[in-house]
């Protein structure tokens, strides 16, 4: 079995991290921005930068404009000159709306823009009909795995799918034995074959990498207690998947603010790594 990846900053550095600060803009040294609320950045690197971390930063709804000395856009018209397709994949899940959790916090909502994901990857226990359409009506392309509490016969055990160049599986996760079993995961991903497993069920945040890949568990997006414990931070989690690459952010909300951190994962032909 391989080690869990050393994805978590030390509490004492996370609680300096607010959401939009680890997600500069970056596209050219003539380019700054500005955020809803009022910071200015004005860009002063040579070159092209990261553009997925800008395609992370659009999704957040914290960016109102992109500008130049000669011209300003606002944010929907410049999105449409982005020179790259955009693959961003929300994997969220555990929220047991109505019963242990009144709806997705209201910072989350704020956040989560329609239109601006392009696949949704949820661990199940949506509960409602309703949080299924919220869900569909942030991106049609909406993937579930039931969960113990969904009644909903359609939703599969679980799933796999293809986007770019890596395969992902989807579970719930109330079937591994033990839960969260780091070895059982990845024998289940093993069996998928897949490069990246989504699981749920435990509510608590965790990626891990092995042999096989790489194991996310988004946590519960409504913070919803679970049999494991009643102390659950809410999460959910954020790929942005570009070629061999794909970038993973973690959205925690921790007393009263959003929290954001971030890991790497290249595949290769023959192998795969994370740092």
Known sequence: ?????????????????SAPSVLPPSISKDFGATLVCGIRWRLGFG??????RLAVLLCSGVLIEIS????????GSFRLLLPFQMVLVLAIGDLHIPHRAPDLPAKFKSMLV?????HILCTGNLCIKEVH???????????IARGEYDEDARYPENKTLTIGQFKLGLCHGHQIIPWGDLDSLAMLQRQLDVDIL??????????YKHEAGVVINPGSATGAYSSITYDVNPSF????????????YVYELIDGEVKVDKIDFKKTANTQSAH
């Open 1 to 17: 079995m391989g080690r869990a990846i050393g994805f978590r900053r030390r509490e004492r550095d996370r609680r300096r991290v």
């Open 47 to 52: 070159g092209l930068l990261s553009l997925a």
């Open 68 to 75: 130049s000395d000669s011209a300003v856009a606002p944010i």
């Open 114 to 118: 329609p239109g601006k994901i392009q």
């Open 133 to 143: 359409d919220y869900l569909k009506s942030l991106c049609p392309d909406l993937h």
């Open 198 to 207: 989504v699981t749920g069920h435990t509510h608590q945040f965790k990626a």
């Open 237 to 248: 989690v954020l790929m942005d998947i570009d070629g061999l690459r794909v970038v993973v």
